[in-house]
């Protein structure tokens, strides 16, 4: 079946401008993560939906970062301003209801100049 | 915050060799799991383990949960070129199905 998709895979955009992300999870599942992962680094937690709950917002870096699922299905990663720093690659992963097991999509490779 | 720590964070072996990849925390986790990363690809899941010194295999590799399920260890025996990647361990400790990854050990398998 299909897995994860986001898109695009690769973006460059110049320092200050805004950029949307997006992800579709694998259907049926009901839990959606986004994390960050800088060059050869681990995954940094950024925001986790789980079905009608509020979102789980507590690792978004600054309010410049937002995002949301509309429908319970398609999660947009919004970085508004973007900065230097914010070059990195951005996983989306999504997983059933009440389970540890996530599947992550490729990831958007972020390059701001 | 929990943290985990991987070690060690860059292994360099020619085929044929065994490793060992350790993640250690102060705190304890409900399920532990092992991803490998290869580039330009998101993490791949190998392994969930729940269980105090519970022991799986998957092939040519052993994942270990230590008994107080804070630590846990990945064995690859006689590694191959295709073993090459990042492999990742991540913990769940809430309720809320989150998961707390580390940083990585990143594996070079040589021909």
């Known amino acids: 079946g299909a897995g994860v998709s986001q898109s695009p895979s690769n973006k460059v955009t110049e320092k200050g401008k805004d950029v949307e992300l997006r992800c579709d999870p694998i259907?049926?599942?009901?839990?959606l993560y986004w994390y960050r992962q800088s060059l050869g680094q681990g995954l940094e937690f950024l925001i986790y939906?789980?079905?009608?709950?509020?979102?789980?917002k507590s690792g978004l870096p600054s309010d410049r970062f937002s995002a949301e699922r509309t429908g319970g299905s398609v999660s947009t990663l919004t970085i508004q301003r973007t900065q230097q720093e914010d070059s990195a690659v951005y996983l989306c992963a999504s997983s059933r209801d009440k389970t540890y097991e996530q599947y992550f999509g490729p990831g958007t490779r972020l390059t701001v100049t | 915050t929990q943290l985990l720590e991987q070690s060690p964070q860059f292994l360099s072996i020619q085929e044929g060799e065994n490793l060992t990849v350790y993640c250690n925390s102060s705190s304890v986790f409900s399920s532990l799991q092992w991803y490998r990363q290869e580039p330009g690809e998101g993490p791949v899941l190998l392994v969930t383990v729940v269980t105090g010194g519970e022991v799986k295999k998957l092939k040519r590799l052993t994942f270990q949960f230590g008994d107080a399920r804070k630590d846990s260890s990945l064995h690859i025996t006689a590694a191959q070129p295709g073993d090459t990647g990042l492999y990742l361990c991540a913990g769940a400790g809430g309720s809320n199905y989150k998961l707390t990854f580390g940083k990585g050990t990143l594996l070079t398998v040589n021909p």
């Open positions: 939906f789980q079905g009608n709950s509020a979102p789980d």
């Open positions: 259907s049926g599942h009901t839990a």
